[in-house]
């Protein structure tokens, strides 16, 4: 399979995306997009969960604006979730070894 980021190389525009122009930025857009939209794997390893936000982030840094600061605070929210998850986890393991 060619590389994506080839002008005119992409496999869709042989398919899917016939007739349009294959050295077209937006065409080459829509046809990245189809590709995510179509991956399918599963999804219960934790490849497919890094891979989620993988997409998760490159989506969120093509936008701008309210959007972006809205996924960095969810981003921010997760990580914080996780901080207070493990500090919980050490202070109860702490408490139990001190008995």
């Known amino acids: 399979m060619a590389e994506i980021g080839q002008p005119g190389q992409h ?4 398919e899917d995306l016939v ?3 294959p050295d077209d930025p937006e065409a080459r857009a829509f046809a990245e997009h189809l590709d995510r939209i179509e991956r399918c794997g599963p999804n219960f390893t934790i490849e497919a ?12 840094s093509r936008l701008g604006g309210l959007r972006y ?3 960095a605070l969810i981003a921010v929210l ?3 979730g996780v901080i ?7 202070t109860r393991a702490v408490a139990w070894l001190a008995q």
Do not use: N, Q, T
Request: aromatic residues 12%; negative net charge.
């Open 11 to 14: 496999p869709r525009f042989h």
């Open 19 to 21: 007739g349009l122009d």
């Open 49 to 60: 969960c890094l891979d989620g936000v993988s997409d998760f982030a490159d989506s969120s």
């Open 78 to 80: 997760i990580i914080v």
């Open 84 to 90: 207070v998850a493990a500090w919980d986890i050490v």
């Open 69 to 71: 600061w809205v996924s």
